[in-house]
């Protein structure tokens, strides 16, 4: 005799974690819960009962709320409900069936900013893949994310990842249930999940009778005018080279140091003949002294402070001779209109997508605030003055520079990626990256000779930046970041 299986063996069993990284403490009892996280800590004040056994279950792993609730005193479940809310950047949330101990998929929050609000999904409804998803193994299963996602989801068990591999073809949930073996209510909460977090989307047109038979399903995604300039490759790349959009390890983590020995700063010499060359001397370049640009390439970078007022005349002269515009001319090689710059730094056929904004603390002549650069006027426009937005800004660039004091000023050279993607296939990203090289050294060049201080940055929150002067990060957003800040002078007058 076949026994049909309970229908409750059959629901989604909802499971819920903190972040393996995510340290609970509780530093007297019954008192305030602290969790350190690779963000910040946070501070869940004087938790009920409940609440304080949720937090403590769930940094060993997936525990079911019922369970925790189970017995538990009146209004419970709205504070443990309401505690969660308030850290869900902190919580994995995970999927699995009723009766089963190992979840199918777990969404791990990846920025303080990811946020899951669960939408309805129509069972007759196609769906498939972002084309910006991409799955890959880290030999505990498979893992999917995205650049346009805030969310890593993990698959546990082969269902998990033959729905992914499933929603590589546009199909509705209803067909999807002819092929991957889960029960509906499972299916449609896994789908429900995987639309939150972005990498799953649904087609724009109407359900019903108001959709033809024949039309072919359509996405905002495919027709998004942003996201048709990006290649998957390059969003990714760009998201992964800075932070604000992942949580995977950043900047001098010294990974390798166990494992391999590093290499030396010079390469070793290969075998072969040697031919010493000349060096220069004062007189191979003029009768008297060498040029600017070879002292200023000589001299390397100033010693002095970041601290301390510049001048508008000092910033105007910087600007003037790395980033103003000389010329603006059309590409004769274009099927359509397409402008050229002519400017102080190289770029790949004057393409020139980089702007600048400055964000300044102390100049002389201008309020503190962030300003926009304009280089074919050579004016600043100030984009934003909130001190709330500035203190956030500098305190990103303080622990990238590893200052404990604010700079004077700092420019952040932002992207137009469309300007090169309109032009070029496949090397957009790199071309953008090449720019920002040729700009951060015509700048230290400049400040060098005129005898200012400068630091380049290695990275700049990737959401932060954009959101402070009103940007689309995926259609401009920062690329490269210098610190510039008056000299000292050493006392005999002489480096």
């Known amino acids: ?17 903190l972040r393996e990284d995510v340290h609970v403490e509780l530093p007297v009892p019954g008192g305030d819960v602290l969790l350190h996280s690779r963000w910040k800590t946070e501070r869940v004040v004087r938790p009920d009962r409940t609440t304080r056994e949720a937090l403590l279950r769930m940094r060993l792993g997936p525990v079911s709320l019922r369970n925790v609730l189970d017995g538990a005193e009146d209004g419970a479940e709205e504070r443990l409900s309401r505690t969660l809310h308030g850290i869900r950047h902190l919580v994995v949330r995970s999927i699995g069936m009723t009766g089963s101990q190992s979840p199918v998929l777990s969404f791990v929050p990846m920025s303080p900013r990811a946020e899951l609000d669960l939408p309805d999904v129509a069972p007759d409804r196609p769906v498939r893949l972002s084309r910006f998803a991409h799955l890959h193994s880290e030999g505990r299963g498979f893992v999917m994310e995205s650049p346009l996602s805030l969310f890593r989801v993990a698959a ?21 249930l002819k092929t991957v073996p889960l029960p509906p209510a499972v299916l449609l909460d896994l789908l429900a999940h995987l639309l939150a977090a972005g990498l799953v989307i ?33 969003l990714l790349f760009h998201t992964r080279s800075t932070t604000g959009r992942h949580d995977h390890d950043f900047g001098a983590t010294f990974a390798h140091t166990l494992r391999l020995v590093p290499e030396p700063a010079v390469r070793p010499l290969p075998d072969g003949p040697r031919f010493p060359l ?12 060498p040029s600017p640009l070879a002292a200023a390439l000589d001299a390397g970078p100033r010693e002095g402070s970041a601290v301390g007022e510049l001048t508008m005349t000092q910033i105007g002269e910087l600007l003037h001779r790395s980033l103003r515009v000389r010329s603006v001319s059309t590409d004769p090689a274009a099927p359509a209109a397409y402008q050229v710059s002519d400017r102080p730094y190289t770029s790949i056929s004057g393409s020139h997508p980089l702007e600048a904004y400055l964000t300044v603390t102390h100049c002389a002549g201008l309020p503190p605030g962030i300003f926009h650069y304009d280089p074919a006027e050579h004016r600043l426009t100030l984009v934003n003055g909130d001190q709330a937005d500035l203190a956030e800004i500098l305190t990103c660039i303080r622990a990238a520079a590893g200052l404990t004091a604010t700079p004077s000023v700092t420019i952040t050279l932002t992207a137009r990626f469309p300007r090169v993607s309109w032009k070029f296939s496949a090397l957009g990203y790199a071309l953008v990256l090449r720019d920002t090289g040729a700009a951060l050294q015509t700048l230290a060049l400049v400040a060098a000779a005129m005898g200012l201080t400068t630091a380049v940055l290695g990275n700049s929150d990737l959401d932060l930046a954009p959101r ?13 970041q210098l610190i510039i800040g008056p000299s000292r002078a050493p006392a005999d007058g002489h480096r």
């Open 1 to 17: 005799m076949i026994v049909s299986p309970d229908p409750e063996d059959l629901a989604p069993r909802r499971l819920w974690s």
């Open 156 to 176: 546990h068990r082969g269902a998990g990842a033959e729905l992914l591999a499933s929603l590589g073809w546009t199909a509705t949930p209803e067909e999807l």
């Open 202 to 234: 649904t087609d724009e047109e109407q359900q019903g009778e108001l959709r033809s038979a024949f039309a072919e399903p359509t996405f905002a995604e495919d027709s998004d005018p942003v996201l048709a300039t990006w290649s998957p490759v390059d």
């Open 278 to 289: 000349p060096r220069p001397t004062v007189r191979d370049t003029t009768a008297d002294a």
């Open 468 to 480: 402070t002067v009103g940007l689309d990060w995926r259609s401009e957003s920062p690329v490269g």
